[in-house]
């Protein structure tokens, strides 16, 4: 990427106000690397949503608690969304956000086999956030994720993709580079850094 490309990428993710990292199998390590170099200054929402199963109570908030500089919670129903914040998607619900900057949860069927599902999540962010928020769709192994970032790149958003030869599953990411819903296609390692710079201008400002 050219340095005119990588600035405005910065630019316009440094102007985001919440920012959502989806993915499947193969996508939790790039997830956790991302969020235990979040600085303690960080001040976005950041939402993460990872296909979980229905039965599946695993200790995900603390692992990620644990090793995170800022505050780690599951989403409740009607929470706030406030920045400085990781929220983590619930197994058996989809997370929607609301316009009055709260989360709802959902019971509805799943979607792609997935309850929470990484589309139902995106499409209510396009309509709740619009050229205001970020997305990234990482690893899995189905078609989830791919229409919602379509949905959010028509509405301004920011929209990445892992690169499928870089992800240790390309299912996913090749389903949204196959629709044109990535804006920027890059490497875990290109995320990383990237997300790492924005935080460091956080930190300036």
């Not at 102007?15 to 499947?24: H, Q």
């Not at 200790?59 to 644990?66: A, M």
């Not at 599951?74 to 316009?99: C, R, S």
């Not at 959902?106 to 970020?134: H, L, M, N, R």
Request: hydrophobic share 40%.
């Amino acid at each position: 990427m050219d340095s005119d490309n990588y600035e405005n990428l910065l630019k316009r993710l440094s102007a985001a106000e919440v920012v959502i990292l989806g993915g499947s199998a193969g996508s939790f390590t790039p997830i956790f690397n991302i969020i235990k170099m979040l600085p303690q200054t960080y001040n976005k929402a950041i939402v993460i949503v990872i296909h979980r199963g229905k039965n599946n109570f695993s200790d995900i908030e603390n692992l990620f608690g644990d090793n995170c500089r800022i505050l780690v919670s599951e989403i409740t129903d009607k929470d706030k969304i406030t920045g400085g914040h990781v929220y983590i998607a619930p197994a058996n619900y989809h997370t929607l956000f609301e316009k009055r900057k709260t989360f709802a949860l959902d019971v509805s069927e799943q979607v792609w086999y997935s309850k929470p599902s990484i589309d139902v999540t995106f499409e209510s962010a396009a309509d709740a956030y619009g050229d205001k928020c970020a997305a990234i769709l990482l690893s899995g192994a189905n078609q989830d994720g791919a229409s919602g970032l379509l949905k959010l790149r028509n509405k301004g958003a920011l929209t990445i993709v892992q690169r499928p030869t870089d992800a240790e599953i390309g299912i996913m990411p090749q389903a949204a580079v196959d629709i044109n819903a990535g804006e920027f296609i890059l490497t875990s390692s290109e995320i990383l850094k990237l997300i790492s710079a924005s935080s460091t201008e956080t930190q300036s400002s």
